[in-house]
């Protein structure tokens, strides 16, 4: 590799990553302002699995490590009434615990044991209908990061369910491609159990929602859950959504031969813009992404509604997180997950989110 390309490559890696520029990586820090419930604009219950370890801050919840085992959780998050769609906001140094004016976790449940936290996530699922969403991170994402990006997700689509992190141990580091990498493939076993977990709740529909890296953890997930002879959990899986998936191309085809063409295409959501996918092209060997990859029609034949968002405005630099941070495009995949509920194949909203694009 030429001097240059290094150098463009490591100034890239200083401020490119699927979390963010904010790094103080605490979920919970002092006693929360007390607010008038007129000012909270919405409260979520996020469960967490995780392969992450227990901080040793306490305030942080969960770090960068890895785990050997799921460690489970819950999570309370409020929303300020100052929100806006599509954005999250985070209080930066210095600045007061407002949750009039950001994100606030105002509570951390953690279960010791599988049975504690089914019982409690079972509970939260009858309460809500029997459908749960589980978000999978992509790289470089701290926990508190994933936390409030689904919450985020959750609030503005209006997605009526239960929402489920599973959240794989990312070092939070854009120095830290290739750890995350290894991090995900190393959590593929957890997240199946996960799934797997959730098709034994009273759950009787679960959709999955990736980005980026995560989307490599779901695909290699949803290949070993066909090998088993389970591919769909038993008929309880929904609408598979892979937002900015960083696989390359010819890896994501093998495993789409080998899942099979899916009975529910999955959602493909792809960019030619993506600037951070540009990038982690160039560190595989300049090999195509499949997040912003040319040939949708391609694509198209393994099973797969692409949808293509070149056209559509993001609010990240590197146009990377389109998916949620787009107003009209956040509530549109929520109108999608509520729409078709069961197995319709009224394609009309994704129709809509297509013509977006256009």
């Not at 699927?18 to 979920?27: D, N």
């Not at 820090?29 to 996020?46: K, R």
């Not at 599988?114 to 470089?140: C, E, T, W």
Request: charge should be neutral.
């Amino acid at each position: 590799m030429h001097l240059k390309t290094i150098c463009i490559l490591v100034l890239a890696l200083l401020v490119a990553g699927c979390g963010g520029g904010r790094r103080t990586e605490e979920l919970l820090g002092s006693a929360v302002m007390s607010v008038p419930v007129t000012e909270i604009a919405g409260n979520h219950s996020i469960f967490i699995a995780t392969t992450r370890k227990k901080s040793d801050d306490p305030n942080k919840v969960f770090d960068g490590e890895r785990s050997a085992t799921l460690n489970y959780a819950r999570v309370n998050v409020t929303v300020p009434g100052v929100h806006q769609t599509g954005q999250i906001e985070r209080r930066s140094r210095g600045k007061s615990d407002d949750p009039a004016k950001y994100f606030m976790a105002s509570e951390v449940v953690g279960y010791d044991t599988q049975p504690k936290f089914s019982s409690a996530l079972n509970a939260d699922i009858a309460a809500r209908g029997g459908r749960v969403m589980v978000f999978v991170h992509g790289y470089n994402t701290g926990f508190d990061d994933a936390v409030y990006r689904l919450t985020q997700i959750v609030h503005d689509s209006g997605y009526p369910g239960t929402p489920v992190l599973f959240s794989w141990a990312s070092g939070a580091k854009t120095t830290d491609y290739v750890y995350d990498k290894e991090s995900a493939s190393a959590a593929r076993d957890q997240l199946e159990v996960t799934l797997r977990m959730l098709q034994q709740s009273g759950a009787r529909r679960i959709d999955i929602v990736a980005h980026s890296m995560g989307t490599w953890v779901t695909m290699e997930t949803l290949r070993q859950m066909a090998i088993s002879g389970d591919r769909d959990l038993g008929g309880k899986l929904g609408d598979v959504v892979l937002a900015s998936p960083d696989i390359d191309v010819d890896v994501f085809k093998s495993q789409m031969r080998r899942y099979g063409k899916p009975d529910k295409p999955f959602i493909l959501l792809l960019s030619d813009d993506d600037r951070a996918l540009r990038l982690s092209g160039l560190i595989a060997g300049s090999r195509p992404r499949v997040g912003d990859y040319k040939d949708a029609a391609d694509l198209a034949s393994y099973g797969v509604t692409v949808v293509d968002l070149s056209k559509v405005k993001g609010s990240d630099s590197f146009n990377h997180t389109k998916f949620a941070d787009n107003p009209t495009l956040v509530k549109m995949i929520g109108q999608r997950l509520r729409e078709d509920d069961g197995f319709a194949s009224d394609r009309d909203v994704t129709d809509r989110i297509s013509l977006l694009g256009q």
